[in-house]
């Protein structure tokens, strides 16, 4: 069902969020300073996301979770231990966060087509085009 699959990208995104603005504070290294702001951007680009899926599941009549107990239940993406962490593994986490994300907006897509829900499948191309463009970014920088 596609809130259902809406709500589990949304538990994702909310976890993924505390988790960059974590990284965001723990950040040590050479290069804090641009990953520090780097990171920022990132979850600038998740909170706009939450509120756009949430209202998203209201519009197609669906309730959106709404408590960090119902995301931390469902959420595939783990949180960030609360400790100093260098850029390349924050890096190469969210890399595989972002995959995550990807699967989760394809099998929306996938279920919004099949039942017809066009608005729902439009809407993911949006999300699918952003995360595949950062996961670009990321493996070009983790290639250095
Ligand atoms: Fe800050």
Redesign the pocket.
């Known amino acids: 069902m596609i809130t259902e699959d809406l709500n589990l990208f949304l538990s994702n995104l909310n976890v993924f969020y505390r988790k960059l603005?974590n990284y965001?504070?723990n950040v040590k290294g050479e290069d804090f300073f641009t990953v520090?702001a780097k990171l920022?951007e990132l979850y600038d680009d998740v909170n706009e996301q939450i509120d756009e899926i949430a209202e998203h599941i209201l519009i197609i009549d669906g309730e959106p979770l709404g408590t960090m107990h119902d995301y931390l239940e469902i959420a595939q993406i783990q949180e960030a231990q609360n400790e100093k962490i260098c850029s390349k593994k924050i890096f190469e986490t969210i890399l595989k966060d972002y995959n995550i994300l990807i699967e989760n907006a394809t099998k929306v897509k996938e279920d919004a087509d099949n039942e017809k829900k066009y608005a729902t499948s439009a809407l993911m191309d949006e999300y699918l085009q952003d995360f595949k463009k950062k996961v670009w970014m990321i493996r070009q920088m983790l290639m250095q």
């Open positions: 603005q965001h504070w520090h920022e």
